[in-house]
């Protein structure tokens, strides 16, 4: 049940792809605090996933856009602020792709072609995103930005590989456009960090199930889910979070600002003396002359 905290807004999310996604969350959200939105995706990701299912039960269109093509992104704002009936209160990024760990290129040997995939698809299309409609002037002021990021932008996390690279430039680029918005136009931009999360890309991640469980015992709250990440962007598309720009802020149970949890040591401690499984037959486990990374 909505509290109409977005009532009268007009939105765009990027990123819906099925009921697993954040952004299809987000969408949901958003929809039912009052706002109208349209979906968006790149047309071979419309045609692979469900997006038109979510259009069809909240009552919008889908329109295909590759984020990295700044002419779709221009026709995108301006189809969007057409069929909603004016400029766009908010936008949420929610786009992530790599080459490389699709791939299982090591991050000491990244294809530098995928490398560019990886950061274009990530990270520069959340900066053709905001300069696409600040050059529309589509975004109304005290209108609304956000980005997904990890914590893998500030630390190390064995196997997230370029991705790492990719959210440290997205939040770069939160804190550099946030300010010319900002100054401008009053327009705030955002990254949230989430905890890790089952969706379609997260589950391309190396050991992501072990990753999901290590931080769900280091975390004082547990891992946040999808649905409460969606809660929280919703905070920040409304009119409660006016002041609040150019920040990245951790969505994820305390895990930041932890060093270790007695939860995460007591399962330390029971594998202790076991022998590591590196170079066994099962292929979440990495090759044993991987152990120099380590």
Not at 179 to 187: D, S, T
Request: charged share 25%; net charge negative.
């Amino acid at each position: 049940m909505g509290n109409n905290l977005l009532k009268g807004k007009r939105g765009i999310i990027f990123g819906a792809l099925n009921p697993d996604s954040i952004a299809w969350k987000v969408a949901e959200r958003a929809h039912e605090e009052g706002a109208k939105i349209t979906l968006t995706n790149t047309p071979v990701a419309i045609r692979m996933g469900e997006t038109n299912a979510l259009a069809e039960k909240i009552d919008t269109i889908v329109i295909g856009a590759d984020a990295t093509n700044v002419d779709d992104l221009t026709n995108l704002f301006k189809e969007s602020m057409e069929y909603l009936g004016g400029k766009i209160d908010f936008v949420l990024h929610s786009i992530g792709m790599s080459p490389n760990v699709r791939k299982e290129r090591h991050y000491s040997d990244l294809d530098y072609n995928y490398l560019d995939k990886t950061l274009d698809v990530s990270a520069i299309s959340f900066h053709k995103v905001m300069q696409t409609a600040r050059k529309l002037d589509a975004i109304s002021e005290w209108g609304s930005v956000v980005a997904l990021s990890y914590v893998a932008a500030q630390r190390t996390f064995y196997g997230y590989n370029d991705m790492a690279d990719a959210k440290a430039l997205l939040e770069s680029f939160a804190r550099s456009f946030g300010y010319i918005y900002g100054r401008e136009r009053r327009v705030r931009v955002n990254t949230i960090s989430q905890s890790p999360t089952i969706t379609t890309a997260g589950n391309g991640v190396k050991g992501f199930d072990r990753l999901l469980d290590f931080a769900e015992r280091m975390s004082p709250l547990g891992n946040a889910s999808a649905a409460a990440c969606a809660d929280y962007c919703i905070t920040l598309f409304s009119d409660l979070t006016k002041m609040v720009t150019m920040q990245n802020l951790f969505h994820d149970g305390g895990f930041s600002n932890m060093g270790m949890s007695l939860r995460a040591l007591e399962q330390y401690e029971k594998g202790l003396h076991q022998d590591c499984a590196c170079g066994s037959a099962n292929d979440d486990y990495p090759a044993a002359d991987e152990h120099r990374y380590d």
